[in-house]
């Protein structure tokens, strides 16, 4: 077995654990979820919510790689993807998200 | 007065393009960041000379880049600029919906298109005369 293998192991056991559910494509998947952070901003228009958190997701859990500009449902509230980090053959994909 | 003016000029841009939000840029409502929309400024009214005042005045369109894409984008431009081609329809509208002040008339005096944090933004300033009586 591999090391990315046992790594991809080993999260799965801490997602079954700790990971909080997040929707991605109609599908619910476990994550690792970072502290969100999120701050509101008074401009032309009205208020403008902003900051960001990272999304860890098992790569083999997802159909397919996310896009920027896709959206993620976590705690009842849509947030946009900013970022992708993917690594292969690293397990894990993360995901930089900000609120919608 | 400024206000008045924002929603005057909102009331056109909804008339023309009814599918888009449009909103005053003095609001307190949530702004989101994934959906095209439409801001109305007017930060600046000036006296002339009796009930006659000078309105400067900011039409802000917002796309986003990776929900919207530029297609509509221009789409929406070209209704945005549409809007502004008639003086005769607009004072209508915005006479009707505010009541007083009244639009006397306008010209664009410039605009902009620029990308802005992931979104495409176009920008069309006016000079507008307002009278207020």
Not at chain 1, 62 to 88: C, K, M
Not at chain 2, 54 to 75: C, D, M, N, Q, Y
């Amino acid at each position: 077995m591999s090391i990315y293998n046992e790594m991809a192991g080993d999260l799965a056991q801490i997602l079954d654990e700790f990971g909080k559910r997040v929707t991605f494509e109609g599908r619910e998947l476990s994550a690792l979820v970072s502290e969100p952070q999120e701050t509101l901003e008074l401009g032309a228009g009205g208020f403008t919510a902003s900051g960001n958190f990272m999304v860890k997701l098992l790569r083999h859990d997802l159909a397919a790689l996310p896009r920027i500009g896709q959206q993620v449902t976590y705690a009842g509230d849509i947030f946009s993807i900013v970022r992708v980090s993917n690594r292969p053959p690293h397990p894990v994909v993360t995901l930089t998200v900000e609120p919608a | 007065m400024n206000a008045q003016i924002e929603s005057g000029f909102v009331a056109i841009l909804q008339a023309v393009m009814p599918s888009v939000p449009v909103r005053e840029a003095t609001s307190s409502l949530p702004l989101h960041g994934d959906i095209q929309i439409a801001i109305v400024e007017c930060p600046e009214v000036e006296h002339v000379v009796g009930p006659l005042h000078r309105a400067t005045v900011s039409i802000h369109l917002g796309t986003p880049a990776f929900e919207e894409g530029e297609a509509r984008h221009k789409e929406t431009s070209a209704l945005l600029a549409a809007a502004l081609v008639s003086n005769e329809s607009a004072q209508s509208i915005f006479n009707s919906a505010s009541g007083g002040p009244f639009l006397r008339g306008f010209h664009v005096r410039s605009q902009s298109e620029k990308i802005v944090e992931s979104t495409w933004r176009s920008t069309l300033e006016l000079v507008a005369g307002i009278c207020s009586g």
